[in-house]
């Protein structure tokens, strides 16, 4: 007699913070929420720690004090995602988020090795349907950045995709005049 699998539970955005607050989910626990199924994420690798590190530092010395950076931290996008991503940043001052996690970002920046195809896929449909303006995938199998901006949220995706090289800049969209040599994120440069 063939069995039939129990549906998965979908949870939403504020059932996984009350299993948090719960205590069910620790702090620890290296998890997110991707369109309503908590997730697992990737252990962090050597180099993947350093790209995190070099583009936070980076991103500070380009945004200054325009907005905040926050480092693998929550964001609330929508009603069943909040991803953690490696780098964000966001509108304010860190004080604007202590009640809360931000519902938006002006950049996000994820450094993909083994979770380049989620990245890519379900991370940057996620993104594009809460309207992050630009996103980017620090490629560390290819040593490259790869930018989307242009975010379509009915389709969620992105309209627009770069792919820049070391020795070349980029300029944050929504930050006119910051910009960041790609050298700056990459592991050994």
């Not at 909040?82 to 780098?87: G, I, Q, S």
């Amino acid at each position: 007699m063939a069995s039939i699998a129990p549906a998965a539970t979908r949870f939403t955005s504020e059932e996984y913070f009350a299993l948090i607050d719960q205590g069910t989910l620790r702090s620890d626990d290296r998890v997110e929420l991707l369109e309503g199924v908590i997730v697992a994420m990737a252990p962090e690798n050597p180099r993947h720690a350093v790209a995190t590190e070099k583009t936070a530092e980076a991103l500070r010395g380009a945004v200054g004090g325009r907005a905040a950076i926050r480092v693998q931290h929550a964001l609330h996008l929508g009603a069943h995602s909040v991803p953690e991503p490696d780098v964000a940043i966001v509108p304010g001052k860190h004080d604007d988020y202590v009640r809360a996690h931000p519902r938006t970002a002006l950049l996000v920046v994820e450094v993909a090795d083994t979770s380049l195809i989620q990245d890519r896929l379900s991370k940057a449909a996620i993104y594009a349907a809460a309207g992050v303006p630009e996103y980017w995938i620090i490629n560390l199998r290819d040593d490259r950045l790869e930018i989307f901006r242009a975010p379509d949220r009915g389709a969620a995706r992105y309209a627009e995709k770069r792919l820049l090289a070391r020795g070349e800049r980029v300029e944050l969209a929504q930050l006119p005049g910051a910009t960041i040599a790609v050298d700056a994120l990459l592991p050994g440069g």
